[in-house]
């Protein structure tokens, strides 16, 4: 099972508010232990702005998990979301896409997995190949979001304690659930 994860951000979501939770969704993704795990990609995305933000977790260099670290990093993201700069490889293994947000989804992805109250388990999803895990801040912006998508949506159901977590939280989670799949082990 390949999956990647995204956070859908819309143009609030960018103010100094929210950027300690967007921020800890790197390490949330990339980081296993003190590595890099390179089965993983993150991506932002600010539909209103037509740009992806694309880290690469193969290619991804210099990524701590401490805040500081990962400041100037951040950064650069938040201005490209913003369309404030116009480079197409702001960090080493960290591109942006300005392009349309569906026709790049449906080419890189086959399914987009999206958490919700009803749906499906986490180890019913072993079978799926190269998914998109969509995650956001609040539950509007992940709607319209998947509104506008034409890939086979999948909701993943967990229990409303999890399900009401913060994007950085819950990946970390969904991580850990996939590594003991992975390991043939109980998911939880």
Same mark, same amino acid.
């Given at each position: 099972?390949?999956?990647? @994860? $995204? ?6 979501? &960018?103010?100094?508010?929210?950027? +300690? ?14 590595? !890099? ?6 991506? @932002? ?9 694309? !880290? ?11 805040? $500081? ?35 790049? &989804? ?7 997995? @999206? +958490? ?6 986490? +180890? ?5 190949? =190269? ?13 319209? @979001?998947? $509104?506008?998508?034409? !890939? ?11 399900? =009401?977590?913060? +994007? ?21």
């Amino acid at each position: 099972m390949v999956v990647s @994860f $995204a956070i859908a951000t819309s143009i609030t979501h &960018l103010s100094e508010k929210y950027s +300690p939770i967007l921020m800890r969704c790197i390490p949330a993704t990339l980081m296993l232990s003190h590595d !890099i795990r390179r089965d993983r990609c993150l991506l @932002f995305i600010c539909k209103e702005n037509n740009v992806i933000v694309r !880290i690469e977790g193969s290619r991804v260099k210099r990524i701590f998990t401490d805040e $500081a670290s990962l400041l100037g990093v951040y950064r650069k993201i938040r201005l490209a979301l913003e369309k404030k700069i116009r480079k197409k490889v702001i960090h080493p293994g960290i591109k942006v896409y300005y392009t349309n947000i569906a026709s790049f &989804l449906s080419k890189t992805f086959t399914s987009i997995i @999206f +958490p919700d109250t009803k749906g499906k388990d986490i +180890p019913e999803l072993s079978s799926v190949e =190269n998914a998109l895990y969509v995650l956001s801040l609040d539950r509007k912006t992940l709607t319209d @979001f998947l $509104a506008d998508i034409d !890939i086979e949506k999948i909701p993943l159901v967990f229990p409303k304690s999890i399900y =009401n977590l913060s +994007p950085d939280k819950i990946i970390a989670i969904v991580n850990i659930c996939l590594d003991r799949i992975t390991g043939r082990l109980s998911p939880y």
